[in-house]
């Protein structure tokens, strides 16, 4: 695993002759500009650098300075590893969609409507359908934890895992899409050990009290509590308005096999091993 970095700052002249000299992937710039970068030897320098006591005359940090976590990277190693997965990946994003549009206004139920957790959908998606390629078997809408696959796949290689699915209606003619299916994800029988972990960075709401969680990937993915059978499920907790589908290293495997998925970290992220 590696964390990356992400640095910004209304740099000066001074600041960039320091940051160019240490070999970056491309220069900074003069003013307002931003970077990431890796942990390690660079990182530490700029850290120190910026962190030195104040001098007599100007100051050791420009305007604006940022330096945070952006994202983590991880290695084969780490994926082999991992009992299961975070899935991001297997799906193409339909942008232009969201569940707090207007016409969609009627379908959920929210929990809080302050922070709109607990998103409940009361009826059946409504919308055109989209086109897929042939090497893409699924989709999922504005939120990633709403997955979408077409019909056939979903017999092939979803059913006999036990995974449930619902219809949706296509919106130009009002029935059933014969070519896909949402797919029903349990709520995790478990919640995650996340507490005090690198993605409990958020504050409670103020109206009902919980969490959201980091939508970055900070660290490895936080394991449940309490180990339970599942092939594909949602979080019970809640990262910037959306559950984090898990997904079985069993079918994993069969999803790679099928070539809808890869085996690279921004398709699967890898649990924390407590
Ligand atoms: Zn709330």
């Keep these: ?31 307002a500009d931003s970077f990431s970068i890796r942990e390690g030897e660079i990182y530490s320098k700029i850290i120190d650098h910026f962190s030195k006591k104040k001098p007599l005359f100007g100051k050791v940090r420009p305007e604006g300075y940022i330096c945070r976590p952006s994202t983590t990277l991880f290695s084969k190693q780490d994926l082999d590893e991992s009992p299961y997965f975070w899935l991001r990946g297997a799906a193409v994003h339909i942008t232009g969609f969201s ?42 809408l504005h939120y990633q934890d709403d997955l979408f696959f077409k019909k056939d796949f979903y017999e092939k290689v979803l059913h006999p895992y036990g995974v449930g699915c619902q219809d949706y209606i296509v919106a130009a003619t009002g029935k059933v899409s014969e070519s896909y299916v949402q797919l029903e994800l349990p709520i995790a029988k478990s919640p995650l050990h996340i507490e005090g972990t690198a993605y409990d960075t958020e504050e409670h709401c103020g109206t009902c009290g919980r969490k959201q969680y980091s939508i970055q990937i900070l660290d490895f993915f936080p394991p449940f509590k309490e180990s339970f059978d599942f092939h594909l499920c949602k979080t019970q907790e809640m990262f910037g308005g959306s559950q984090r589908v898990m997904i079985s290293r069993e079918l994993t495997e069969r999803l790679l096999e099928e070539k809808v998925l890869k085996y690279v970290d921004y398709q699967l992220v890898p649990i924390a091993s407590i």
């Design 1 to 31: 695993m590696t964390k990356t970095y992400y640095f910004f700052g209304e740099w000066r002249k001074k600041d960039i002759d320091f940051l160019n000299s240490l070999g970056l992937d491309r220069d900074v710039e003069l003013g």
């Design 99 to 140: 569940p707090y549009d207007a016409k969609y206004e009627d379908m959920f139920d929210f929990e809080c409507s302050e922070c709109r957790t607990a998103r409940k959908q009361l009826q059946h998606y409504r919308f055109s359908e989209p086109k897929l390629g042939k090497k893409n078997a699924a989709f999922v």
